[in-house]
């Protein structure tokens, strides 16, 4: 085997363009097996074996730097970086992380999780070794579907002007997560069918200098287009003609479905894990959304490249037809356009992950909250207990959304109190809505849920008692639940448990009646403390005797993490609040 032999590029250097095609599969091999065991992002890797091959053998990294854009497809990097083992021996699959990482290696330059940044950041390499006098070749790596977000073009637009080394390595195998969306596409399809001829060319007109490469896993091609870029003294495109997913013959015919992969059979591709029929709020927000637009033409479902985080699979972007729109990576976009079709009369919902909603901060200010506009927002796995990795934390929407004036952000706990506030956010007229989806599993509460939330930061008090009382937001619930039966099991106290239901106001009548029987205040949210809903409250009650206590996660950047590791670190076990309550309240 060549793998096992590579400990660093050097290695890839001393082989033979036979011997490289052994290695690619080689290569595939070990990524079938780890990703089909441990999972992991699939089809990117799978269509970069060749390129990243390539780059290694031509370019000298780390002196040459290399950045990936999102770095879902680093894998094999990784593996020709001295750390392969973490691909080939199972003990050893969870010490690296599934992203670019510096302290795991010298050929990293960034953690990077968000996509479209690699030209920004590395224009911002480039410029920097221009003022040190350094010479090193800088290359970034771009996939064709991050190149719809804004900041790619930013990135494009400035590294145009550099004047000097800047080599751009495109990725094109004409997909993002699922299929690609918007007028780039096409030129890249004119592109790819004139082999990099046709007179109209983005990056020309850019300023930037181009080179297409037919072949895109075509180790020798590859090879041979770098070794004419290396060193060269001006900003470059070199645009590949890929297949994600190649090597395995259902994330080729697949690639949506094989971008990321859960553990799965090599043999059938079915996931390892039985998921049953088990409901999740994606399906619970498609099946909604796909009734509604056959009842109202003005109803439109948005997401920004991640279609089915609201159910939307292949079969039901076809059938909401023009009413479901795919705006490609690009969330900046999405949110103003919500924005712009809510202010002609239009109903636009867009459906987002918590960790990605964090990139249209300015949009959500500015063209959305400061005109008003009555757009909705569906905010998913906001919540402590989703997505680990250090990128895509789904920690920080709350305090992100809910201090921006004018919008109303909800808390639902259950199903049929999310439905309900789903239905009026899209009847109402007066604000822009965002509902954080609940991160659990579908709950039926199984009694009346409020059908008008026009009477803004009105919490539901769910079980009244005395003493303490208990403000459990969302997704944390249930812990209030359980905070409740404990602390009457273990102190013999009726605590209060209130559903505060809006994220984004105080209940300023609720939370003064409250003074009149109670010493304490608990604020349960699942999110970071700083700037969040609990603050709100603590801050109401400054003036007065009562005690107040929020229990959330500290501000922290936290990667790869042990969720029960994580509730104990942060006090958010129903054990360790009930003892905090009987320290303060005898």
Not at 236 to 264: M, S
Not at 447 to 472: F, M, Q
Request: hydrophobic share 35%; glycine share 8%.
């Amino acid at each position: 085997m060549y793998l096992e032999n590579i400990y660093s590029p050097k290695d890839v250097k001393k082989l033979s363009v036979k011997e490289l095609n052994d290695l690619s599969d080689e290569i595939r091999s070990a990524l079938l097996e780890k990703l089909s065991k441990h999972g992991g992002h699939f089809g990117p890797n799978f269509g970069m074996v060749e390129a990243t091959i390539a780059l290694h053998y031509v370019f000298n990294s780390p002196k040459d730097k290399i950045v990936f854009d999102v770095s879902h497809q680093s894998y094999v990097h990784k593996m020709l970086t001295g750390r392969k083992d973490a691909f080939l021996n199972p003990a050893e699959y969870d010490k690296v992380s599934g992203y670019t990482e510096p302290q795991e290696s010298k050929h990293d330059f960034f953690v990077i999780g968000h996509t479209s940044t690699s030209v920004s950041l590395a224009s911002g390499l480039a410029k920097g070794r221009d003022l040190n006098g350094d010479n090193e070749n800088i290359i970034a790596v771009i996939g064709d579907g991050s190149l719809s977000g804004g900041e790619a073009f930013e990135g494009l637009d400035y590294a145009a002007e550099l004047g000097t080394n800047m080599i751009i390595i495109v990725n094109d195998n004409q997909m993002s997560i699922a299929e690609n969306h918007g007028g780039l596409y096409k030129n890249l399809q004119a592109l790819r069918e004139s082999n990099g001829q046709c007179e109209c060319n983005f990056f020309r007109a850019m300023g930037l200098d181009y080179m297409y490469v037919e072949n895109g896993n075509d180790v020798e091609a590859l090879i041979i287009a770098f070794s004419t870029v290396k060193d060269i003294q001006h900003p470059i495109v070199v645009h590949i003609n890929t297949l994600k997913g190649k090597g395995y013959e259902r994330a080729e015919q697949d690639k949506e479905t094989y971008h990321w992969r859960v553990p799965f059979n090599i043999e059938t591709g079915e996931p390892n894990i039985d998921y049953g029929q088990v409901e999740d709020y994606s399906e619970v927000t498609a099946q909604y959304l796909l009734n509604k637009i056959k009842e109202d033409s003005r109803v439109v479902a948005i997401t920004s490249g991640t279609p089915t985080v609201m159910g939307f699979t292949p079969d039901r972007r076809l059938e909401a037809g023009k009413q479901f729109v795919d705006v490609g990576i690009a969330e900046e976009h999405a949110v103003a356009l919500a924005s712009g079709i809510a202010a002609n009369g239009g109903k636009p919902v867009y459906g987002v992950y918590s960790t990605f909603i964090q990139r249209s901060y300015d949009q959500l200010s500015q063209d959305l909250c400061i005109n008003n506009n009555p757009a909705v927002l569906l905010v998913f796995w906001g919540t402590l207990s989703g997505m680990n990795d250090v990128t895509h934390l789904c920690f920080f929407d709350i305090p992100l959304i809910s201090n921006i004036p004018n919008i109303v952000y909800l808390a639902p706990t259950c199903k049929e109190e999310y439905l309900s506030m789903l239905e009026w956010s899209i009847r109402q007229n007066e604000h822009p809505v965002a509902i954080r989806v609940p991160a659990t599993e579908v709950i039926s509460c199984g009694e009346p849920v409020d059908t008008d939330y026009s009477e803004l930061n009105r919490y539901k008090v769910t079980h009244r008692g005395s003493k303490v009382a208990i403000l459990a937001l969302g997704s944390f619930f249930g812990l209030g639940k359980s905070v409740l039966s404990l602390l009457k099991e273990k102190a013999g106290i009726d605590a209060t448990l209130i559903n505060p239901r809006y994220i984004t106001g105080v209940d300023d009548k609720l939370m003064n009646e409250l003074k009149i029987d109670h010493k304490l205040v608990i604020t349960l949210e699942d999110g970071v403390l700083d700037g969040g809903f609990g603050e709100k409250i603590a801050r109401y009650y400054g003036t007065s005797d009562m005690k107040v206590l929020n229990y959330g996660a500290k501000k922290e950047f936290v990667d790869r993490f042990e969720l029960q590791e994580l509730l104990l670190t942060n006090h958010l076990t129903d054990k360790q609040i009930v003892e905090d309550i009987k320290s303060l309240i005898p």
